[in-house]
């Protein structure tokens, strides 16, 4: 038996969610409306799962880290809408385990629940998509550690690394910035190596850091390209 918690401000989402989750090997013991219920919740039923819309009204972020400071067994399924790159990353830094989206299949939030409980990591397919094409590898994730070096970085690419940050293609950037894709990539692998970092997710999470853009700024956007 799975104890599931429900975490969503929208009512109607926690109805069609109670739905999917009517069977034998899961236990729904809770539903919070905002990061406060959230927190009590996770204090009393101690559930082995929670399945999070953290952009509804009444969350943040934050409520994941503040639960898994009050018990660190407990998991965390982000279920939003699609997010951008550097959303994704900012969650699973700030302890989701799994992530899938809310048009997702009924088996998929069903699966993603159940292997999240067994402790593996689950992303529906689009999450998997966003994480291939901005080639987040997410187990460095964690790993992503920054000195007290001073970096210089020219104007070009703090506006990069801004862009790259806010889920943007290199083909994007090159559009917005009227430079060729090689140009581009050029500028991507030069910040890499001084920032020290291997990977699109250092890049965003330095972003975060230095307070290039916002976690939440972005956080409905979501690019097709």
Do not use: W
Request: glycine share 4%; proline share 2%.
């Amino acid at each position: 038996m799975i104890n599931l918690l429900l975490a969503d401000s929208n009512e109607l989402t926690r109805v069609g969610l109670r739905t999917i989750f009517k069977d034998d090997i899961f236990q729904i013991i809770g539903e919070a409306t905002n990061s406060e219920e959230l927190l009590d919740q996770i204090k009393s039923f101690k559930p082995d799962v929670v399945l999070i819309d953290y952009t509804s009204d009444g969350f943040t972020i934050d409520a994941v880290p503040n639960g898994k400071a009050i018990d660190d067994k407990v998991k965390f399924v982000g279920i939003t809408p699609l997010q951008d790159a550097q959303t994704l990353v900012h969650a699973i830094k700030s302890g989701v385990t799994s992530y899938i989206k809310k048009d997702c299949s009924l088996e998929e939030i069903k699966n993603a629940v159940v292997e999240t409980s067994n402790n593996n990591t689950f992303f529906c397919g689009t999450i998997l998509e966003t994480i291939r094409k901005e080639d987040i590898n997410i187990e460095s994730i964690e790993e992503v550690e920054f000195t007290c070096d001073p970096v210089v970085l020219s104007e070009r690419e703090q506006e990069i690394i801004t862009l790259i940050a806010e889920g943007h293609t290199n083909a994007v950037i090159s559009e917005k910035l009227f430079l060729s894709k090689h140009t581009v990539n050029t500028h991507r692998k030069n910040i890499m190596a001084k920032l020290g970092v291997k990977n699109t997710a250092g890049i965003v999470m330095y972003a975060i850091k230095e307070k290039f853009t916002s976690p939440n700024k972005y956080l409905f956007s979501a690019e097709s390209d």
